[in-house]
């Protein structure tokens, strides 16, 4: 059984470019969920992808966006980036969408803004 | 609102002492908590959840937690520290049980040999 693992590790980026990061699923997983954790403080909930649909949605605006695929895997993608979006970006992936489903979580991507 | 604090961003404890890491949570309802850990440069590891089925939940790496509900609390703890305990800590919690997942800050443990 693979774990939740994510592309690229690292990544630099500069003011109003666009990125896109990609995330691969627990075996089994049909829900996705992105977080971003900025330094020093406690991961923030983007939005969530149960079948491939948005399943919830955080307090970020729409230039972050996501995709879930027919497989599970996913994508965070964020348009016209700010330096604030500097920061580790966590999917976590779970069996079902249901209330105390534990998520797996896979290592992050770090983003920088320059 | 609804939130989850904890108390102290760094913890420093001996080799062998008590760890006590402290939470607290704000909701209008019974809420399901979640106590991760996060090592350097990985993601986030499940130690322990509550879903109401028991106050005491034991978890991994010998950790446990206690739901107060009177206290709103809900704090971790193991009885003797290892080295390889040195991490950061998150207490998480589902509000609402329709909400998503809302982390607090993190408490950094320091083990002291």
């Known amino acids: 059984e693979t774990g939740v693992t994510q592309s690229p590790t690292h990544l630099i980026k500069t003011r109003g470019q666009q990125v896109t990061l990609r995330c691969s699923s627990q075996s089994g997983h049909n829900t996705v969920s992105w977080y971003q954790q900025a330094l020093g403080q406690g991961p923030q909930f983007i939005f969530q992808y149960y079948r491939e649909e948005e399943n919830g949605r955080g307090n970020f605006p729409p230039r972050f966006s996501g995709l879930q695929f027919p497989n599970y895997s996913s994508e965070l993608n964020v348009n016209a980036l700010e330096l604030d979006d500097s920061a580790l970006y966590l999917c976590?992936?779970?069996?079902?969408?249901?209330?105390?489903?534990?998520?797996?979580f896979g290592p992050g991507t770090r983003l920088t803004v320059l | 609102a609804q939130s989850v604090t904890q108390l102290g961003s760094h913890v420093s404890v001996s080799e062998g002492a008590l760890v006590l890491l402290r939470c607290n949570y704000s909701?209008?309802?019974?809420?399901?908590l979640f106590w991760y850990v996060q090592y350097p440069n990985q993601g986030l590891q499940l130690l322990l959840k509550?879903?109401?089925?028991?106050?005491l939940v034991k978890g991994i790496n010998g950790f446990e937690a206690e739901f107060k509900k009177s206290e709103t609390s809900f704090h971790l703890t193991k009885p003797s520290a290892h080295m390889s305990d040195a991490a950061e800590y998150f207490c998480?919690?589902?509000?609402?049980?329709?909400?998503?997942?809302?982390f607090g800050k993190g408490t950094r443990l320091h083990i002291l040999p």
């Open positions: 976590a992936s779970s069996l079902g969408d249901r209330s105390g489903d534990t998520q797996y």
């Open positions: 509550y879903t109401s089925a028991a106050t």
């Open positions: 998480a919690g589902e509000m609402n049980r329709d909400d998503k997942i809302i």
């Open positions: 909701s209008s309802v019974p809420p399901y």
